[in-house]
């Protein structure tokens, strides 16, 4: 498997897994019944887990993004050093991302998500 391929199922395992701790912390606050049931997400969580359903979602719009690049550059077979590293940098700028967002370090989740983006624009440079 190439590396850019690697890193991607691994990133969007990371983006799978992302919504398990939110959901057994609703069930240890406010109970199992409420938790599946179609009441509208209105009890106070703590900062952490709306921290990341942020996070969450946001991987969920990169990984499209990332995701799609990987599969374009694949099928041309346009991978790599450079892009094998790229998608490398790419999930662990998230992982760095997803912790620091998870407990509130500002400007730690902020670098690593440009890092991570700046990796992303190093593969789609490399298609053009």
Not at 26 to 35: A, K, N, S
Not at 78 to 104: C, E, M, P, V, W
Request: charged share 15%; with cysteine; aromatic share 10%.
């Amino acid at each position: 498997m190439e590396p850019e391929l690697f890193y991607l199922v691994l990133s969007v395992g990371l983006c799978g897994i992302l919504w398990v701790p939110t959901v057994i912390e609703r069930v240890i606050r406010i109970g199992l019944t409420e938790t599946v049931g179609n009441n509208p997400d209105t009890k106070d969580l703590p900062g952490w887990v709306e921290r990341l359903k942020r996070t969450h979602r946001n991987l969920v719009d990169n990984i499209v993004i990332f995701g799609t690049l990987v599969l374009i550059l694949q099928s041309v077979e346009k991978s790599n050093d450079t892009t094998g590293l790229a998608a490398l940098i790419f999930f662990y700028a998230r992982l760095i991302q997803t912790i620091s967002h998870i407990f509130g370090i500002v400007w730690v989740r902020t670098v690593s998500f440009v890092i991570g983006w700046l990796a992303t624009a190093v593969i789609f440079l490399v298609l053009i």
